[in-house]
C-alpha cells in the first residue's frame, strides 16, 4: 500500500506504477514506516525509513524532504 502526502489509510492507494514514476521525476519520495531492521533486510530504491510508531514526532522532517511523501509499508 502506498499513501499520497498526509492522506493515511483512508485514501485511496496509489499504484506502485504511479508511485515509482513519480519518484523517478524527482516529484516524489518513498518513506518506508516498517521497522529499521525490515528497512535494513530491503527496501524501494530511494526511500527513508520513519518508523511508524515515530511519524508523529517525525512529521516536520518529512515535510522537509520537499517532496511527495508516498508512505509504504510492506
Known amino acids: 500500500m ?3 502526502a498526509g492522506t493515511g489509510p483512508g485514501a485511496e492507494p496509489m499504484p ?3 508511485a515509482v514514476d513519480r519518484r523517478d521525476r ?3 519520495v518513498f518513506v ?4 529499521r531492521p525490515e528497512y535494513a533486510a530491503g527496501h524501494l530504491g530511494g526511500a527513508v525509513n520513519v518508523p511508524l510508531d515515530e511519524v508523529g514526532a517525525r ?3 518529512i515535510r522537509r524532504l520537499g517532496r511527495l511523501p508516498i508512505l509504504y509499508c510492506g
Open 16 to 18: 506502485l506504477a504511479e
Open 26 to 28: 524527482g516529484e516524489a
Open 32 to 35: 518506508d514506516l516498517r521497522s
Open 2 to 4: 502506498v499513501w499520497p
Open 59 to 61: 512529521v516536520e522532517q
